[in-house]
Structure formats: C-alpha cells, structure tokens
C-alpha cells in the first residue's frame, strides 16, 4: 500500500464510521475526527485490523480553531493530506415555524461551518497531493419540506459549497464532489424513530417498517452502501469526476 492519508470526519459512528473502515482498505493512514473519543478508539481498532495507521483527533469541528488543528496534526503525523471526507454534523429535525435561532446556528456551525474551514485548511496540502474532497449532503437538500427546514436549507449550502470548491479545485488539482444519501439506518435514525413513534402511537419496529413504504423505496440504506461510494469517489478510478452531485438513495428521489 502507498503511502496515502485520509481525513474522515463524522469518524465515531454511522456513515463516517463505516467510511473510515471502508477507507483502511485503500490507505495508509486514516485520521479519524469527531467529539467522541471512547467510539474514536472503537473504529480507530477496526482501521489498524485492516492494516492502515489510524490518528484519532477528538474534538468539535463546530469550533474555529478545530480545522486548523486536525490539519496540523494530520502534518504532523504523516506530512501529506490525499483525502478528506466531510461527514460530521447532525442537524435537527424541527419544524420550520419553531426552531430558535440557536438551532439553526448549531446546525451550520458543524455541518456546513465545520466542512468548509477544514477543507480551506487542508487546500493546499490536497493541492501538493493532488487530492480529492467530498462534502457529505443528504436527499433534503433538493426536496426541502417544513418539518425539516433546517436539514434541507443545510444540505442545499453544502451542495452549493461543493461546487464552488470544485470550481477552484480545477485549476488547483483538488477533486471535489458531494453526495447526498438518502435514509441510511444508523443510530441516529434508530433514535430519532425512537423519539417519533410514541408520538404516533406506534411502536418503533412498525415505524421503522412503514417509513420506507411511506416514501417509496424498499428498505432502509446501510452506511457500508454509501461508504463505498465515497471510497470510488477518492480513488484514482473517480480522479475525472469533480463537481458532480451524487445521490444514493434507493429511488427515494422520484424526480429526473
């Protein structure tokens, strides 16, 4: 295996956990980011099972000094950045007519806020590796609705955001594109059915049955299925690809 290095964001659970993994297969190092550090530790073992060197660096992204230290460690540790993957951030599910501003602030402080100052931070270190970026999305970001305003208004920034760098990133060599999965089940979603079905007079194994028919796809997304598209999308075989908005979603998105 070269010798090659990936930021993974969102590194403690969920989609960014299992993309971390995903990622040990193809490189040397993976510098793995999120507050959590006990569940750091619990996928940094998983990384150095599959042979890549793991670096844990637990703290908040929401911070704005934060970016400027994982990319200093990063450095530090193994003077290159080939691939950084922004996956943190969790934004509340409320309806539109009652989040606070505080809400909505903490939601862009680390999704969109967070993404945007580490990929700054890491530019010209990806530029001298000729690396690629991903900014991780979600389906609300084309469809948003007022239960989820924030969700959507969110997403959409970050799509927006991906293509602006992608742009710079042409005359740069920096690759950069955004996916935007769709309803993937991870704990955060267990929890947030967990939450819902009470209020709906439901039990969660019934909620988590009919949502997918509610909106028209099979079953649930795992995060291993959208962590091997953000691994094609850092490999050498993705390198023509840039500014590209990708979607996986199991056909919840009906339109063209």
Known sequence: MTKSVAIVTGASQGIGRAAAVRLAKDFSSIVLVARNRD???ETAAKVKELGAEPLIVDLDLAEAASARIVVERTLAAFGRV???LNIAGAVP????????????DDGMALKLHGARRLTIEAWQALKAAGGAVVLTSGNSAIFPKAPYAAVGTI???IVALAKAFADRGIADGVQVNSVLPGPVMTGRRRSYLEH???LHQTTVEEAMEQFPKDVGIAR??????IAELLAFLVSPAARWMTGSMLRMD?????SI
């Open 250 to 254: 199991g056909g919840e998105v009906k």
């Open 82 to 84: 080939d691939a950084l």
């Open 196 to 198: 819902w079905a009470p």
């Open 39 to 41: 569940k750091l530790m």
């Open 155 to 157: 997403n959409a920034a």
């Open 220 to 225: 649930y997304g795992e995060p291993e299925e």
């Open 93 to 104: 599910q409320i309806d539109l007519f009652e989040m606070t501003d505080k809400q909505w």
